[in-house]
């Protein structure tokens, strides 16, 4: 920019230009630290425990972000701009559980960005999330939970026998009561049998641990359309595009996947069938609960997570405000769903 004739423009002087450089390096710092505090947010939340952001102005911000200032219920009740920042933005976030609460605006975080794999975070059940904040408490009093300790903890407890809420009775799923429940899944024969032999594979194959396979069959045959056997994301199945390839423009298809939990079809599981067209799915829960479920449109998960918060509140465990909150879902949307006996 040039000065007008008999005036200095403050802009051009090398004053100016590191002030700018300490706002940009200031501000992609403070930006480093709200996306870590977002990753470990949504660790608690996944994780089962109350998760709330709270986003404080300086006083002297502008009306965008005097806007957005309060205290939200995270992910939810939260706005989507909740993490974001314009240039020389001064606001600070930070995110409050049961366990206390951390700034996001931490330069300790910001000199070590090679060290931080936010990106990846490992989801723990409830009961690890609170042994992971108990040790951490424990051993230091309070701070970010890293994601390599999450990790860590998840490895110890995926070996065989450790994690005990996720065990699978392979005397049962060889028996024949867990077989005779295939027996009726369909009205087609080699599904059924298909059905019982990817359920047993799968269950003993994650057995203890807190992954999940996943089958595509041919409605008509039976035929195992495409795998996933070697997932490492906790409790999800991601559609690659190899696997999104394999199944494109099929239209007959069921499913079966494993729910190391032992919970009932989730609203992600309804709109997966729906979005894909699925004929039908099934659920093969570790603790030998068989679930079926099938959608012809997609559901809010806003409402279905409502409905939950609502019956929790009221005292139910979480299997059965699950199971309460899809027979209310189910009321005024056109999903299907049934254990298989």
């Known amino acids: 920019m040039r000065a007008a004739a008999g005036s200095t423009s403050t802009r051009d ?31 608690r939340n996944r994780a089962g425990l109350d998760t709330y952001i709270e986003r404080r102005d300086d006083g002297k911000c502008c009306e965008w972000c005097s806007k957005l200032a309060g205290r939200y219920r995270y992910p939810d009740g939260a706005p989507r701009d909740v993490f974001r920042r314009h240039d020389n933005c ?7 559980c049961s366990k206390g609460r951390q700034n996001v605006w931490s330069k300790r975080w910001a000199s070590e960005p090679k060290k931080i794999e936010y990106s990846k975070l490992t989801v723990l059940t409830p009961k690890e999330a609170e042994e992971l904040e108990k040790r951490l408490t424990n051993e230091r009093k309070s701070g970010i939970i890293k994601p390599e300790e999450v990790r860590q903890l998840a490895l110890e407890n995926q070996r065989y026998g450790r994690n005990k809420d996720t065990l699978v009775n392979k005397t049962y799923i060889d028996g024949g009561e867990y077989k005779r429940k295939f027996d009726n899944a369909t009205d087609n024969p080699n599904v059924n049998k298909a059905l019982y032999d990817c359920a047993k594979r799968a269950l003993k194959h994650r057995s203890g641990t807190a992954l999940e396979d996943m089958y595509w069959l041919d409605a008509e045959t039976g035929k195992i359309v495409f795998a996933v056997t070697d997932s490492t994301d906790d409790r999800a199945i991601i559609y690659t595009d190899k696997l999104r390839k394999a199944i494109k423009g099929r239209e007959s298809m069921i499913t079966i996947h494993t729910h190391p939990s032992s919970m009932p079809p989730s609203i992600d599981d309804f709109n997966s069938s729906y979005k894909n067209g699925y004929k039908e799915g099934f659920i093969a829960c570790h603790n030998g609960k068989v679930f079926r479920y099938s959608s012809e449109q997609e559901v809010s998960k806003t409402l279905y997570n409502l409905y939950i918060n609502e019956f929790m509140d009221n005292g139910l465990n979480e299997y059965d405000a699950q199971l309460k909150a899809l027979y209310k879902i189910k009321e005024n949307h056109a999903i299907s769903f049934s254990e298989v006996i």
């Open 13 to 43: 002087t090398p004053a100016h230009g590191i002030e700018v450089l300490e706002r940009t390096s200031e501000n992609i710092t403070a930006a480093f630290s709200d996306d870590y505090m977002k990753a470990n947010a949504d660790f």
């Open 90 to 96: 001064g606001c600070t976030v930070e995110y409050v």
